[in-house]
């Protein structure tokens, strides 16, 4: 429970801050996390946040390493 909470509060932190592209990473590192704890819902929708931030930001780097992560995770 501290992992996710400390994920959440970064998120927020990082959404307050105005540095989308720290929360988008953020979101795919807790998302990567609850995929691991069987929690496959949440995971997805962070994971489908973090690449919608990614595509936006034009961060395509970011979005391939978000796809091999992904992959691993699974």
Do not use: N
Not at 44 to 68: F, M
Request: proline share 1%; charged share 35%.
């Amino acid at each position: 429970a501290e992992v996710e909470a400390a994920f959440r509060q970064a998120i927020e932190l990082f959404e307050q801050w105005g540095t989308p592209s720290e929360r988008a990473r953020t979101e795919c590192d807790l998302g990567l996390w609850l995929s691991g704890q069987d929690r496959i819902e949440e995971a997805d929708q962070l994971l489908a946040d973090a690449r919608a931030t990614y595509e936006e930001l034009g961060a395509l780097g970011r979005l391939e390493v978000l796809a091999a992560r992904r992959e691993v995770a699974r």
